[in-house]
């Protein structure tokens, strides 16, 4: 294990209950270092209960109280709303949440004395590029969602902030996949494994040339950690994309991956017109410091298998994240509609 810098032991974490924080935040206590886990926990609490150096903070970072960010030594921002098809439903939202709450709790931690401040954004905002082109941290962006630009406004907004007391490291993160506590499937590798596992039959959308960039969950995560510990004058101010090389696939081969590592035979089945939507990403840049991914593809889908067939994660409303807030906001209506003197039929 690492040793951690003197100076670099109190982490606060925001988003702490999503699919990344539930993966990071056990990372965090193995190294060693003290944990406030802060989210709104719409998904349920997926932490370690009772580990004495973690404290779980039921709070919206819209409304972050800055004594949170007293006597922290660093931030990981992880709070989202996190993926496009969220976005679009609640914008607004969205531009709160993924852009303005941030901005403010980089704010705060700089106020209060916080050395490292670390953003997880997403390649997403690099929108989809030229067939030739790989895209590097200097690249033109092109965000094409809610989403995506609000992590770009994120982005703009925060990295002016580091100076020689205040460290801000940007993370663009590859399309992310792998098991996690706060088990999603609506993310490509992740949905395209429960369909093949479950169905033997794996729609892919025609030609199969089309470049994506992947990431291991576990890996986005060790990501955030080495920024945590690496040379401030090698990261401070500085963007890097989070991902690997091997971890860019063309959606044919990807399939031929999920295909194989699934425990049964899978029939790949071909639909619709040619999706010309396509993009690749470089990694240079982060593995030129030292940090490297570790999982591939299959890992991710075997690791899911596995749990499937044991019976301990399934295909639910709760992983599928649209649904679920979806659901929120009608039983949220529905009680406020019928609740009366505090309860519904006990009062």
């Excluded at 639910?316 to 019928?338: A, D, G, M, R, S």
Aim: net charge negative.
């Amino acid at each position: 294990m690492p040793m951690l810098e003197p100076t670099i032991e109190r982490i606060l974490v925001t988003g702490a209950g999503g699919y990344i924080g539930t993966t990071l935040v056990p990372m965090l206590l193995e190294r060693g270092y003290t944990v406030r886990a802060v989210d709104r926990f719409f998904f349920g609490c997926h932490l370690p209960s009772g580990h004495p150096r973690l404290t779980i903070y039921k709070e919206d970072t819209r409304r972050l109280d800055p004594k949170l960010l007293e006597g922290v030594d660093a931030v990981i921002d992880l709070v989202a709303i996190s993926n496009d098809p969220s976005g679009e439903l609640f914008q607004e939202a969205t531009w709160q949440i993924n852009w303005k709450a941030r901005v403010r709790t980089a704010t705060l931690a700089k106020q209060a004395g916080v050395q490292r401040y670390i953003l997880p954004s997403s390649c997403s905002i690099y929108g989809f590029q030229k067939h030739d082109v790989i895209a590097t941290e200097t690249s033109a962006t092109n965000p094409l969602t809610t989403y995506a630009k609000a992590n770009e406004r994120a982005e703009q907004d925060i990295l002016p902030m580091a100076d020689d007391r205040f460290c801000v490291v940007v993370l663009r993160q590859a399309t992310v996949y792998g098991y996690s506590p706060r088990m999603r499937f609506d993310l490509a590798i992740n949905g395209m494994t429960y369909g093949a596992w479950k169905t033997g039959k794996l729609p892919l959308m025609r030609d199969g040339t089309q470049w994506r960039p992947m990431v291991h969950v576990r890996d986005a995560a060790d990501a955030q950690i080495f920024m945590l510990s690496a040379d401030l004058t090698a990261v401070n101010g500085q963007i890097f994309n989070v991902g690997s090389a091997s971890n860019v696939y063309q959606i044919a081969t990807l399939g031929d991956i999920v295909a194989k590592s699934v425990p049964r035979d899978v029939t790949i089945e071909w639909y619709g017109d040619p999706d010309h939507r396509s993009y690749r990403v470089g990694f240079d840049k982060i593995e030129r410091l030292g940090w490297h991914a570790r999982w591939t593809a299959a890992d991710g889908v075997e690791e899911i298998c596995e749990r499937l067939e044991a019976g301990a994660i399934d295909r639910t409303t709760e992983t599928i994240t649209l649904e679920w807030y979806k659901n929120l906001v009608q039983w949220h209506k529905i009680v406020k509609e019928t609740e009366l003197y505090g309860g519904i039929i006990d009062i």
